[in-house]
């Protein structure tokens, strides 16, 4: 169904005065709820403020003004300080840094005089991209990822500031190339972030000769396109929101992406987006909107109707529990097997700090992220990025497409943790 189609009607509806269309007034309910839902994760001040929902609430065509404009105070305190303790640690900042920008773009915030650690944030972000490029040209891939390396261009771009076409030649070689990996798996959100960068630079001739983009955007349209299943997805449930965003930016009409985006909408009438991250990537394409119009957001005339009713009560526990198998597989050892009996309900993360505290011989270590906890260290051994390792999930077999605290355990079964190369 054309949301364009839907707006109009909408409009239409509340000039003549006639009812509306109920397709139309369930999928702007629809947004609504989910709209508040993204803007509820903000009153959860213990963890560090996202730029990601913070872009996607100022993408959206609703407003909490006051709510955002106290997010964005948070982001250029809290963040910010984040940011300056990573950089003075050397640590690859690139997504972070470019979510950031992106996120002050899209509040029209005047970021030419922001310093970090004393220089200013573009300058930081030039840097990081520059380390970037490097690494690819030595190890023949980014310090971090393509999904980051995208992002940086993209912030770059969104700013204004030229992209060297060494830079982007480098990234529409990874895409086909397909290097542009979920692990060992074809990474749909990767390549939609890359056609949203090489859009912008498209979009920005006097900052690039786009006509030499004109074939890799093609080609990353169809691997888009090739990637639908027979549901609606592209990639899989957390992808399609960027492939989506990703299409519309690359000249898709919104006619044209009926299929994913009804996909969406069943999603989210499933919960299956409890997620900030899911719901803040997610969001736009719902409301056709993309990371791109972040570049021209003038922040005038806004809506300021969004407001959040009182807090749903926590629902209670059922009281049954699950017997849940933990196997762990270090790669080049023998695997271990170990049983706990866990809350039905109860998510991955609270089943490990169980089998933590109640069976020797099992340890675990996570680390924050966007995303929630990353299980980054178990029993004693540590994957990381700069070796190109992690620890994959997979229940009874299964790769699970969310993380350890998202993962709820409803069934007895087997999870697998196998430390694996990519
Ligand atoms: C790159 C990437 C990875 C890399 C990260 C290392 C690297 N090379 O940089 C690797 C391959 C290790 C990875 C692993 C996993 N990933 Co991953 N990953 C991504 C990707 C493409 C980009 C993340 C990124 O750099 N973001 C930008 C920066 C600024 O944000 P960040 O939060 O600081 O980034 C860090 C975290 O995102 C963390 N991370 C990466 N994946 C995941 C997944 C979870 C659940 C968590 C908590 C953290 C996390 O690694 C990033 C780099 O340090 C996203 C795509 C997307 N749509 O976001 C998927 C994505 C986040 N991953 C996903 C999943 C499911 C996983 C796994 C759980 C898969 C599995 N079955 O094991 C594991 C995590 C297991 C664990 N040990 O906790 C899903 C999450 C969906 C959800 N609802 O939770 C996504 C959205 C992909 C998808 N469409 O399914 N991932």
């Given at each position: ?106 509040s ?44 940086g261009?993209?912030?770059l ?43 912008c ?8 000769d ?76 719902l ?28 629902k209670?526990?059922?009281?049954q ?35 933590q ?66």
């Amino acid at each position: 169904m054309n949301l364009v189609f839907f707006a109009g009607c909408a409009v239409l509806a509340l000039v003549t005065g006639r009812p509306q269309d109920p397709a139309t007034s369930d999928h702007e309910d629809l947004i609504l709820s989910f709209n508040k839902k993204l803007l509820r994760s903000l009153e959860d001040q213990s963890i560090l403020p996202n730029p990601s929902v913070h872009l996607a609430l100022r993408l959206s065509t609703h407003h909490n003004l006051g709510m955002e404009s106290a997010h964005l105070v948070r982001l250029k305190t809290e963040l910010h300080k984040d940011l300056e303790s990573s950089l003075s640690k050397q640590q690859p900042v690139t997504g972070l840094l470019a979510l950031y920008t992106l996120a002050l773009r899209s509040s029209c915030t005047d970021y030419n005089s922001l310093m970090l650690n004393q220089q200013p944030l573009i300058q930081h972000l030039k840097k990081q991209m520059e380390l970037e490029k490097e690494h690819i040209a030595t190890s023949h891939r980014p310090l971090t990822n393509y999904y980051q390396y995208s992002l940086g261009i993209l912030a770059l771009c969104s700013s204004g500031v030229r992209v060297s076409t060494h830079v982007s030649n480098k990234l529409v070689r990874a895409v086909e190339q397909g290097q542009t990996k979920h692990g060992v798996c074809d990474s749909i959100d990767t390549v939609a972030m890359a056609g949203m960068a090489l859009q912008c630079l498209k979009d920005s001739p006097s900052m690039h000769d786009g006509t030499q983009l004109e074939e890799p955007l093609r080609s990353i349209k169809q691997k888009l396109l090739d990637s639908q299943r027979e549901d609606g997805h592209m990639g899989n449930e957390f992808s399609t929101g960027l492939a989506v965003q990703a299409l519309l930016a690359m000249g898709s009409q919104v006619s044209d992406c009926s299929a994913p985006m009804e996909a969406l909408r069943v999603d989210v009438r499933k919960g299956t987006y409890h997620n900030p991250m899911a719901i803040s990537q997610t969001l736009p394409a719902l409301q056709a909107r993309t990371y791109l119009h972040a570049k021209t957001a003038e922040c005038r005339d806004e809506d300021n109707s969004l407001a959040l009713g009182p807090k749903p009560p926590p629902k209670e526990p059922p009281g049954q529990t699950v017997t849940l198998q933990v196997e762990v597989n270090p790669g080049d050892g023998a695997p271990s097997i170990k049983t706990v009996e866990v809350p039905k309900g109860s998510s991955l993360h609270e089943a490990l700090k169980l089998l933590q505290q109640h069976q020797e011989g099992f340890t675990f270590e996570t680390e924050t992220s966007l995303w929630g906890p990353f299980l980054s260290v178990v029993n004693g051994v540590r994957a990381r990025q700069s070796d190109r390792s992690y620890w994959h999930l997979s229940s009874d077999g299964t790769s699970l497409s969310e993380g350890i605290q998202d993962y709820k355990i409803e069934k007895a079964q087997k999870i697998t943790i196998k430390k694996t190369s990519y």
